[in-house]
């Protein structure tokens, strides 16, 4: 039986660091981050099939979460000030991660790559989805800036308030729920925390 590197490749996520620019009080790594995701997602989804009529899958959505940065472990995490600087630039990266992304795929057995080629090139059947994906990065992002301005790094200030407004200017309601119902819990310390349940 041919083996197969992929799982060993994927396990390499623990290694590749986010916010690559930025003095951190602790690190995060594109692991810790895509559970954190998997896990707002599956809450925006829930939110959006009990609050706002919605019937998407929170399981499909926390799966595509759990994969949403995999070909970083090829390309690296790209600084969003850089990612984002222009159009060129941005489409350039969309093509290096579409390649990542095919690379990795090319490591599982043939009859396997069908049952995992939508976790790592998007469908357009799949799209309300992936919206809630890229809210709940964000969100995870919004998270980072302010557990490390509650350490006293003042370094995230700049990002969390870019970071909180490009969420609100998706304007999806559910990700405008998590803001305001679960965010500001991320602010208190563990004894305030344990005061409120």
Same mark, same amino acid.
């Given at each position: 039986m041919h083996k197969s590197h992929f799982f060993a490749m994927l396990s390499r996520m623990k290694?590749?660091?986010r916010w690559g620019l930025m003095r951190n009080t602790y @690190? /995060?790594?594109?692991?810790?981050? #895509? =559970?954190?995701?998997?896990?707002?997602?599956h809450a925006?989804?829930?939110l959006r099939?009990?609050?706002?009529?919605?019937?998407?899958? @929170? /399981?499909?959505?926390?799966?595509? #979460? =759990?994969f949403h940065d995999t070909p970083e472990i090829l390309t690296g995490d790209l600084p969003t000030p850089v990612k984002y600087r222009n159009t060129a630039i941005r489409s350039a990266y969309q093509q290096?991660?579409?390649?990542s992304a095919q690379q990795l795929l090319q490591l599982l057995p043939d009859?396997?790559?069908?049952?995992?080629?939508?976790?790592?090139?998007?469908?357009?059947?799949?799209?309300?989805l992936w919206v809630l994906v890229k809210a709940a990065?964000?969100?995870?992002?919004?998270?980072?800036?302010?557990?490390?301005?509650?350490?006293?790094?003042q370094e995230f200030r700049t990002a969390a308030v870019s970071t909180r407004q490009s969420i609100v200017d998706m304007h999806i309601p559910e990700a405008d729920v998590f803001l305001e119902q679960f965010l500001p819990s991320f602010s208190l310390t563990l004894d305030e925390l344990n005061c409120d349940a």
């Open positions: 290694h590749i660091n @690190p /995060e790594n594109i692991s810790e981050h #895509s =559970l954190q995701v998997a896990m707002i997602a925006l989804a829930v099939n009990r609050r706002f009529g919605g019937s998407v899958s @929170p /399981e499909r959505v926390a799966l595509l #979460s =759990l290096v991660e579409l390649d009859d396997l790559q069908g049952d995992y080629r939508s976790l790592f090139l998007p469908e357009e059947e799949e799209k309300e990065d964000k969100i995870s992002a919004l998270i980072k800036c302010i557990e490390e301005q509650k350490a006293g790094n």
